[in-house]
Nanobody
Framework: QVQLVESGGGLVQPGGSLRLSCAASVSLFSINRMGWYRQAPGQERELVADFDRWASTNYADFAKGRFILFKDNAKNTAYLQMNSLKSEDTAVYYC?????????????WGKGTLVTVSS
């Protein structure tokens, strides 16, 4: 069973920063895609940012210029650095992994970490 352990959420002031971490129980070399989605109350879950097996990154428009996705292969961990946070960034953020392990492909989600941006 693949495990994704998220951390780093919390309460921040508008304009502040947070760094989210997602530690995977598998090597990042086995992935197809990995990154972060978010879901606000009453909204659909949406992509924030992710990367493919070649580390090519993809950002949602709202994240461009504010958020940075990066990884540490040795630690099997993906990070989302969030800067200049706005109230509309308030959501549960979920780590997402699309894994390819030999011929087996599977999709996994973390349990989510809450980010609240409020003064």
């Amino acid at each position: 069973q693949v495990q994704l352990v998220e951390s780093g959420g919390g309460l921040v002031q508008p304009g502040g920063s947070l760094r989210l971490s997602c530690a995977a129980s598998v090597s990042l070399f086995s992935i197809n895609r990995m990154g972060w989605y978010r879901q606000a109350p009453g909204q659909e879950r949406e992509l924030v940012a992710d990367f493919d097996r070649w580390a090519s990154t993809n950002y949602a428009d709202f994240a461009k210029g504010r958020f940075i996705l990066f990884k540490d292969n040795a630690k099997n961990t993906a990070y989302l650095q969030m800067n200049s946070l706005k109230s509309e960034d308030t959501a549960v953020y979920y780590c997402h992994l699309d894994q390819l392990d030999g011929p087996t492909r599977s999709v996994h989600w973390g349990k989510g970490t809450l980010v609240t941006v409020s003064s």
